[in-house]
């Protein structure tokens, strides 16, 4: 076990159920080599930066790297005792054993061995076995949250017998929180009023660009206790930099013109008032009260310790004025 620095630990919000969330969490995609390789020692540092700057908040899935992002993190927090930090994956993308090709890749974004393929399936029995694997890879006894993972097109199975096994695992312990993560706010909205879900991660769609979970999850949230863990708060890159580049993308594809506009509309307003638009990305991502943490995807201590600071800086808040006067943000943003 890793020998423990002091370190102060962020400021927490806790689930209904009691899980802790700090308001900074680690995304696994990377340590999955999303996009190209992740080297050990990145993948340690991203880690290591995290706990020492004070979160405790750690998530992967088995669709990132087909496991390995399971594996890695696994064994990067063995070095940590498991009551200090909270820990989150996913279920419903099962992976399946295929024979490949020696040198073929995964054709899912990430560079790794094609071992398996994904399969969608929500059904009691694939929910049950793949929360099996995850432990397992894992090397943990127990989950702090599950999310069921873009149930998107498979709302019947999902809000029944998916739901219905996650929440025998709450009943059980196995799992202390449940939930579904997704790319849009319409469904999670549905799961939060029609099942006994304790969290949604929102993908994208409560950032500085845009706010579409305002008319529906958001309000849902508050009324029924259900927090919100927000991810994809640079809109997979379009307000990751100072200035928007000409092909920057957007939800993973290339931005549309009219969007890069107003990411750049939006970039001089802030420089107007002294900060740039990744720190008022990850700053407003936190601000309206249904939010209960933000989790960022990083390839190493650098990008780890990068959004952190962004988090911490002091930001005049009538930026925030400035952008609703001038149509970049709608009334009643915050809630």
């Not at 295929?98 to 990430?110: I, M, N, T």
């Not at 107007?272 to 601000?287: I, V």
Request: a negative charge; proline letters at 6%; aromatic letters at 6%.
């Amino acid at each position: 076990m890793r020998e423990e620095e002091p370190s102060e630990r962020m400021p927490t919000v806790r689930l209904r159920t009691g899980t802790p969330l700090t308001r900074f969490g680690l995304g696994g995609a990377q340590l999955g080599n999303l996009g190209r390789v992740t080297t050990d020692e990145q993948a340690r540092s991203a880690v290591d930066t995290a706990w020492d700057r004070g979160s405790r908040l750690f998530d992967t899935a088995p669709h990132y790297g087909l496991g390995y992002s399971e594996r890695r993190l696994g064994e990067l927090l063995a070095e940590h005792p498991r009551d200090e930090y909270v820990l989150s994956t996913k279920a419903g993308r099962t992976l399946v054993p295929q024979d490949h090709a020696e040198g073929q890749l995964d054709d899912g974004g990430f560079a790794v061995p094609a071992a398996y393929r994904r399969a969608f399936d929500f059904s009691r029995d694939a929910i049950l076995r793949g929360v099996e694997s995850s432990l397992e890879r894992l090397g943990v006894d127990r989950l702090d949250i599950v999310y069921l993972h873009d149930p998107d097109d498979h709302w019947a199975v999902a809000s029944t017998e998916g739901i219905g096994a996650l929440i025998e695992l709450r009943d059980q312990g196995v799992v202390r929180s449940v939930g579904v993560g997704m790319n849009q706010s319409a469904l999670p909205a549905r799961f939060v009023r029609e099942t006994d879900i304790d969290v949604v991660m929102l993908a994208g769609r409560y950032t500085l660009l845009e706010q579409p979970a305002l008319a529906d999850l958001l309000p849902a949230a508050l009324a029924r206790g259900v927090g919100i863990v927000n991810v994809g708060v640079y809109n997979s890159g379009l307000l990751a930099r100072p200035r928007v580049a000409p092909d920057a993308t957007y939800d993973y594809i290339p931005a549309p013109p009219a969007l890069i506009a107003r990411a750049n509309a939006i970039a001089d307003v802030c420089e107007e008032f002294g900060t740039d638009l990744p720190t008022a990305a990850m700053q407003f991502s936190l601000r309206h009260p249904a939010v209960s943490s933000v989790v960022l995807g990083c390839r190493d201590g650098r990008q780890v310790a990068e959004g952190i600071e962004r988090l911490e800086v002091d930001v005049d808040g009538a930026l925030w004025d400035a952008l609703i006067a001038r149509g970049l943000l709608p009334e009643g943003v915050f809630g």
